[in-house]
């Protein structure tokens, strides 16, 4: 057990729909990463919060935001919803940011039927 | 941006021989390198990470090296045993502005330990 929450583990919904996936991270760990890993593209990067502030963008849809609150848990929000977008997605926390370990959720499967 | 090849994508070997994987990265100002093993379904999880100032770490059954000339490293597993079998996936970040810190992965290595 890596200390990293997510929920909810399954979430099946539909095309067009919208979804909120939440991650807590480690005590202590004040940045938050979020990856999606699906079967043709691996594990790609998607944002990353540290302390309540945006830090990097990778490859996230402009239908995809995230935030995360003064707790430090963070909320990935996925809208109008592509049978593409059926993936796993991973929250990751570390302590700080500089090359800093990062350390994985159990993360959350969505099924976009 | 950065890139990471890793090869091989499938790696068979027997009980007890030894396990290698390799990755190169195209971006010198990268300065960390970890491992993550993943189970079917589950979470990857850190084996072992080598940072831009070191040139080989060792963790038990399990070793890195890290070539910055020529931007490859590469994953050692000696002994190998059955719990062994997962996908393997190497990544490369660098610091960015202000803490930014982007995790590139390399495509994954499935391995397979033979009793």
């Known amino acids: 057990d890596s200390g990293v929450t997510q929920t909810p583990k399954h979430l099946i919904t539909a095309t067009g729909q919208r979804v909120t996936l939440r991650c807590s991270p480690r005590s202590g760990d004040l940045s938050v990463y979020w990856y999606q890993q699906s079967l043709d593209q691996g594990l790609q990067f998607l944002i990353q919060?540290?302390?309540?502030?945006?830090?990097a963008k990778g490859n996230i849809l402009e239908r995809f935001s995230a935030q995360q609150f003064p707790d430090l848990h963070s909320e990935l929000n996925l809208s109008s919803l592509e049978l593409g977008d059926s993936a796993l997605y991973f929250c990751a926390s570390s302590y700080r940011t500089y090359s800093d370990t990062q350390y994985f959720g159990p993360g959350t499967r969505l099924t976009v039927l | 941006g950065e890139n990471v090849e890793q090869h091989p994508s499938t790696l068979s070997v027997q009980e007890g021989d030894s396990a290698v994987i390799k990755c190169t990265y195209s971006d010198s100002a990268s300065n960390y390198f970890p491992w993550y093993k993943q189970e079917l379904g589950k979470r990857p999880q850190l084996i072992i990470d080598i940072r831009s100032n070191v040139g080989e770490k060792k963790d038990q059954r399990i070793a890195v090296t890290l070539n910055k000339t020529a931007k490859h490293f590469s994953l050692h597993i000696t002994e190998t045993q059955p719990e062994d079998s997962a996908v393997y996936f190497c990544?490369?970040?660098?610091?960015?502005?202000?803490?930014?810190?982007?995790?590139?992965f390399g495509q994954g290595t499935r391995l397979t330990i033979n009793p």
């Open positions: 990544a490369a970040s660098q610091t960015g502005i202000q803490g930014a810190q982007k995790l590139v």
């Open positions: 919060y540290y302390n309540g502030e945006e830090r």
